[in-house]
């Protein structure tokens, strides 16, 4: 990375991150009529992120290195970043 950062940095990062895009959510369905979600918590963005398999479940086990034993599957796509699963 270069520099060296905290969990508390990455954490105030993500947290920030969601803030924003709670944000935008809400503007762009004001705008358009749409039904994207915001989520309330770094730990709600994570719980999507496992439920549509961005992340796995088991998503804290580490390796002895301290790198993830898996990689994450490709990005969501824009239906599901909309939250459209009905």
Do not use: C
């Not at 969601?18 to 944000?23: A, C, E, F, N």
């Not at 804290?60 to 939250?83: A, F, I, M, T, Y």
């Amino acid at each position: 990375m270069g520099d060296d950062y905290t969990i508390e940095d990455l954490y105030l990062a993500l947290r920030e991150s969601v803030k924003l895009q709670s944000h935008y959510a809400s503007l762009l369905n004001t705008y358009d009529g749409g039904h994207r979600v915001g989520f309330s918590s770094p730990e709600a963005w994570i719980n999507r992120l496992k439920e549509i398999g961005t992340l796995k479940q088991d998503s804290k086990k580490r390796d002895d290195d301290g790198v993830s034993q898996h990689s994450p599957n490709p990005s969501p796509n824009s239906e599901e970043l909309k939250g459209n699963h009905d």
